[in-house]
């Protein structure tokens, strides 16, 4: 296993932790999940860089492993349209010109948005199990987990500074009433690269119409990939193919 370059970048109030598989500026930005950061990608990015030749960098936003500020309560209802703000502070503050970003379920929410909102500043988007709008079984998953926190929060001290506050700073936004009503499809026409939209049809926090129409919102370039049996952690489930996915995009935007 290789070892990633690790380093820090100061964006404003945030100072964000970054890795970096290959060299010179990133080809492919990847963005976690609610809860994930650096190391719960596992070796994905390092397999996406070793079978694509591309440089890939990965980031854990503010709250999630040792990047900070630490979230003191839930975050805010309009908190993914700010942490695609912060994605393009990082994107400008290392001059990255044309990257692929991708994203998983949150990430991908904030890929979305970024490129809606700056669509001349990537290449193209992949999305992993992400939102746009809220649906009720995510709703209520999310519930559960309030309802038992102990074991998550546990699990996640093993990549997380934080952990405790994390995950009530996510999953408080999540079932927060505010946050109920949010939808970024209507924005979604503002998309104009390559977008892929990948989702698990044993996803546990979304049907399969989260995947199709989130597509569907975006256009005719977007497109939708189920993938058979694999649940809402897709590059856990089936790394290789997520892999696949990545690379195949890869390798359109830039021929």
Request: hydrophobic share 45%; charged share 20%; glycine share 10%.
């Amino acid at each position: 296993m290789t070892q990633p370059e690790f380093g820090r970048v100061e964006l404003g109030a945030a100072s964000v932790v970054t890795a970096k598989w290959g060299t010179g500026r990133a080809d492919i930005v990847m963005l976690h999940d609610g809860l994930g950061s650096i190391g719960q990608w596992r070796t994905v990015p390092e397999m996406i860089s070793a079978h694509t030749g591309a440089c890939v960098l990965a980031y854990d936003r503010p709250g999630h492993g040792a990047s900070a500020p630490v979230p003191e309560s839930h975050w805010p209802v309009d908190w993914l349209h700010q942490e695609a703000q912060l994605l393009a502070a990082l994107v400008d503050e290392l001059k990255l010109d044309d990257p692929l970003l991708v994203g998983h379920s949150d990430g991908g929410s904030i890929a979305l948005i970024h490129a809606a909102e700056r669509p001349d500043r990537q290449a193209g988007v992949l999305t992993l199990a992400a939102h746009s709008f809220v649906e009720p079984i995510c709703d209520q998953r999310i519930a559960e987990m309030r309802d038992a926190p102990e074991a998550i929060i546990a699990a996640l001290g093993r990549h997380h500074q934080h952990p405790a506050a994390l995950f009530e700073a996510w999953s408080g936004v999540w079932v927060h009433p505010g946050f109920s009503v949010w939808d970024i499809r209507p924005i979604l026409h503002r998309v104009v690269v390559p977008a892929m939209v990948a989702q698990g049809t044993s996803d546990e926090y979304g049907t399969d119409a989260m995947a199709t129409l989130t597509a569907e919102a975006i256009g005719p370039h977007a497109r939708c990939e189920l993938v058979d049996g694999v649940g809402h952690l897709m590059h856990h489930d089936a790394p290789t193919v997520v892999v696949g996915l990545i690379a195949d995009m890869n390798d359109t935007i830039r021929s």
